[in-house]
């Protein structure tokens, strides 16, 4: 059982399943906040979280380790993550928690769009198609 928690699969379920509580649990939350508020609320309690996390766990390091490189990267990813939540919260707001989280989804598609373009990866015809019906699900899933 040990070794199942060392797999990246178990990881990325597990992701799907925190996502999808996210968005019911924000959908709720949302009601009578503004979506702005709310995205400021769910950020402090990350930040708590993974502090008490690394805490925690030793995984602490020293700032000066992390190469100006990486910071760039991961500064740049922290304003797309950002900008990300506060287009979702805005859309719980205004539409279905049902409806929004697929659509939102749509990210697996362009990452596999720009992991080509941007990173060089490879994707298999069949993986080609599988991307392909989950755009298409969302498109249908979206639709009144």
Same mark, same amino acid.
């Given at each position: ?10 990881? /990325? ?66 304003? /797309? ?31 596999? $769009?720009? /992991?080509? $373009? ?17 755009? /298409? ?8």
């Amino acid at each position: 059982m040990k070794n199942l928690f060392l797999t990246w699969p178990v990881w /990325a379920v597990l992701s799907a399943a925190f996502a999808a509580l996210t968005a019911i649990f924000a959908k709720v939350g949302v009601e009578n906040v503004g979506s702005d508020f709310a995205t400021f609320v769910r950020t402090l309690v990350i930040l708590c979280v993974v502090a008490a996390l690394l805490v925690t766990t030793g995984q602490w390091q020293s700032p000066s380790s992390v190469s100006g490189r990486s910071y760039v990267f991961l500064v740049l990813s922290g304003i /797309a993550t950002g900008a990300s939540w506060l287009c979702y919260f805005r859309a719980l707001k205004l539409g279905d928690a049902a409806r929004v989280a697929p659509v939102d989804k749509l990210s697996v598609v362009m990452v596999a $769009l720009f /992991a080509t $373009l941007f990173l060089g990866e490879r994707l298999s015809l069949a993986n080609w198609c599988g991307v392909a019906l989950i755009a /298409a699900g969302a498109v249908l899933v979206a639709l009144r």
